[in-house]
């Protein structure tokens, strides 16, 4: 039966885009494992198609033959949500050869692009024509617009311009039945019936494969500024972010959070970075504003703001970038926190969010309550404060380097930080999904109702359960087969 559907599937994509571990010399390892090398599984099969029609074909032989699908994009995903599973019965559809600009209309402020695009080559694209494709994240060189929209990502620039979900004016989707429904028209007001554009971002490759999307653009601004400041705690960021957004307004396009651990591993780990201010403050904050009459006007309006903020002692210490290179140094520290906390070794992440105004006394009690109950773990808090977005992340002790104590305690941390943040009416999934990974965190935070209506569309848009199977709708919610 596999026999059959891979000769299939070869006579639609041909032999070289079909990849199987039976190929002389095949290493299917990078389809395989995710990018936190949480989940090692194995494929049935890689499959890359080239158009949608192929996909629809490709979809429409799995279903013949019951085979389950796994879309994958630039397989960034942070919750194991893009590998194949480990019964090697799984196929990996592959997106990443349908990667062309199929329509740039600067008069719509839109672009119609590929689902396999390259995050960072469509930004470019618009770049070069003095456009602005905001959605902007760590991973941007390599993940693709089919999972930024699969997974709503989020980024650096959702304070001003929104999350994936916000930057799509439509999609081309292939169904679980193999069917194509495009609505690329690029529409900004289309109220005809439910939102079929919105039941798919978000939805992790489970109920329809995205091929196209037709995403909105905006004008490049005139000058971006970049500021680094030290703050004495997490109250004063929230303070300084109250009056960043009062003075700045719309200008105001990033605003990050990061405490003194996490950047002491960047600065302990990549030296040949400069990281600013972090040894004499207990938080930093990255701000961005973007300005569309002129860098002076930027600079003032920022100058204006920090004097302001010192002032009101929300501020010890600030540096302003004075070039693109100095601008794009410090969010690269910002970028580096993640790495640098791989390579210090083992460590728990929480990708939260909550009410901004609570953020204090949550990050106060939660805090306390980690040190008092495991001592040595290593708070590393840094994130997208402006949406109310922390990493809210664990490093292993520094005598624990193999993580066994960590280990140890893992689901006891995690459980703490989660029930937290549902007291404080957070979610436990601010902007990386659910995937496989939080799906204990889904039948035990998410409302028992909210699970039923998921599990009925599921049933309702995949009735043979094939679209990425065991991911998002916990097995108790799914109907589908
Ligand atoms: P993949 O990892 O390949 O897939 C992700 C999910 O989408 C899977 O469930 C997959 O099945 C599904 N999928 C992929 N393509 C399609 C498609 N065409 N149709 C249907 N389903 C599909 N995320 C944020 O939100 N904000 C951040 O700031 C951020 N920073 C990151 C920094 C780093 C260094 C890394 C490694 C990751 C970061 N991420 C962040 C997570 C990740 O980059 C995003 O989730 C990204 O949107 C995933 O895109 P991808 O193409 O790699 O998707």
Known sequence: ??????????????????????????????????????????????????????????????????????????????????????????????????????????????????????????????????????????????????????????????????????????????????EVWSDLSGLRKNNTGYDLRNLFIGSEGTLGIITGATLKTFPLPAATLTSFVAIASVEAAVELLKLANSRLGPSLTGFELMNQEGLSLVAKHYPQQRVPLWESSAYCVLMEASDHESEAHARTLFEQLLEQAFEDGLVTDAVIAESIGQSKALWHVRESISLAQADEGPNLKHDISLPISSIPRFVEEVDAALQQAFPGVRIINFGHLGDGNLHYNIQAATDDRDGMQLGEVRSEITEAVYEAVARFGGSFSAEHGVGALKLNEMERYKAPAALRLMGKLKAALDPQGLLNPGRVVPRSADFSA
Do not use: Y
């Open 1 to 178: 039966m596999s026999q059959e559907l891979l000769s299939d599937l070869r006579a639609i994509v041909g032999n070289s885009n079909v990849l199987t571990s039976d190929d002389p010399g095949s290493d299917l390892n990078a389809w395989e494992s995710d990018w936190r090398k949480l989940a090692q599984g194995r494929a049935l099969a890689v499959v890359r198609p080239a158009s949608t029609l192929q996909v629809s074909e490709i979809v429409r032989a799995c279903s013949k033959h019951r085979v389950s699908l796994v879309p994958q994009g630039g397989n960034t995903g942070l919750v194991v949500g893009s590998t194949p599973d480990g019964s090697g019965r799984q196929v990996v559809l592959s997106l990443l050869a349908m990667n062309k600009v199929r329509r740039l209309d600067p008069a719509n402020a839109s672009i119609t692009v590929d689902a396999g695009c390259v995050l960072q080559n469509v930004q470019d694209i618009c770049e070069k024509e003095g456009l602005l494709f905001p959605l902007s994240l760590g991973a941007e060189g390599s993940c693709t617009i089919g999972g930024n929209l699969a997974t709503n990502a989020g980024g650096t620039q959702v304070l001003r311009f929104g999350n994936a979900r916000d930057l799509c004016l439509g999609l081309e989707v292939v169904t679980a039945e193999g």
